[in-house]
């Protein structure tokens, strides 16, 4: 496998705009990537955000995004509109939770319906995935996906992404919990997958056992913020953040795929360990890179990428990319 560390692209500059440029990622300058002979030149293309979580393209070509206090932003022919599309009224914002993922309907062009992955207060942070359907008048129709998702101020997850089977799939974090990733009557460091109306498919791998939630996709997760279907195989790779030292070796950063009813692991293992029964990932990062994304590439400007997993990272604020 190659694995090459490339700098800031048109996309992740918009996630990275959020406060001050870290030293050398300045607008205009130009960053290479010895491993591939590329070099990139960094673009700011929306200045003074704050905190983006989430990107999604409509088919009609605008940009919609969330800013972790709430606010669901649009950036349509070249600028940004400055009223928020819309702000979630309930939000929790502190830490890494607040408003964060976003995700269309894969009939979004004819039905308008999105989603959206939210921290609130109730007894204790807690996190929600709500469903809209846009009109010219705004969103309207909310209706509740699920709830009680564990959180905290770390690890809540959340990232949203439609399958090529039509399901919603849901990652979400152990809250600080570290054991509620093993627990099977826990929502905490999952995924979970779910019918777009928020019913569980009945094809789910504990559906009907009574000690086990019936949304659950796969366990043992530390807490993801990155995953996606691969193009041609439809597999499911995911990104997960290793140990933070409070509750492990630091490091550990894991790239896996996600196969239904699999655990993954988390606390019984991490980093390179492997355990009966337990899935080790396909590739892992010490010291941590801290995996806030991923995504592959489909489009057309960069053919040579096209296929190749990517994802925006905490430390360091940088864009990995691996084929
Ligand atoms: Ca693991």
Known sequence: MIFSALCLAVASAIALACSHPPTGRGAGEIEGSPQTQSSFKVETVIPNLEI???????????????ERPGRVRVFENGKLRQQALFVVPDVE???ESGLMSIALHPQFASNHLLYLSYAYNSNGQQVRVVRYRETPDGFVDRKVIIEGIPAAQFHAGCRLRFGPDGKLYITTGDATERQIAQQLNSLGGKTLRLNDDGTVPPDNPFVGRPDARPEIWTYGNRNSQGIDFQPGTNLLWETEHGPSGFDGPGGGDEVNILERGKNYGWPVIHHRQTHEGMESPILEYTPACAPGSGMFYRGSQFPKFNGNFFSGVWSGRALFGSS
């Open 93 to 95: 914002p502190r830490g």
């Open 52 to 66: 983006v979580w989430s990107i999604v393209w409509t088919p009609d070509g605008r940009m919609l995004f969330t």
